[in-house]
């Protein structure tokens, strides 16, 4: 559903998928609420073995009260063999 699975974001004009390394439960909680996905019910590193991107994004750092990513700190892009791609479920 659109409420659970591996989070990409659109950055730098591509998709990208973001990596666990960086994330809270403060990340967490803005993506759910930006998504209109009610509350984080978890989130950990992703299932999927396959790995489509050659690029990813970490460093995101989020008080938990902003309405989308994007007002979070900047993110940066590192290659995606650098650590574990996030999978999240919310609530909705």
């Not at 390394?21 to 998504?35: H, P």
Request: with cysteine; charged share 15%; hydrophobic share 25%.
């Amino acid at each position: 559903s659109e409420c659970q699975g591996e989070v990409e974001i659109y950055f730098r004009q591509d998709w990208r998928r973001v990596l666990l390394d960086s994330w809270s439960l403060s990340e967490a909680s803005v993506l759910c609420r930006q998504l209109g996905c009610g509350s984080v019910l978890n989130y950990r590193s992703s299932p999927s073995t396959t790995e489509h991107k050659h690029m990813c994004v970490t460093g995101f750092s989020c008080s938990g009260s902003e309405a989308h990513l994007g007002n979070c700190s900047s993110a940066q892009p590192v290659n995606c063999s650098s650590g574990e791609q996030l999978y999240i479920n919310c609530s909705g």
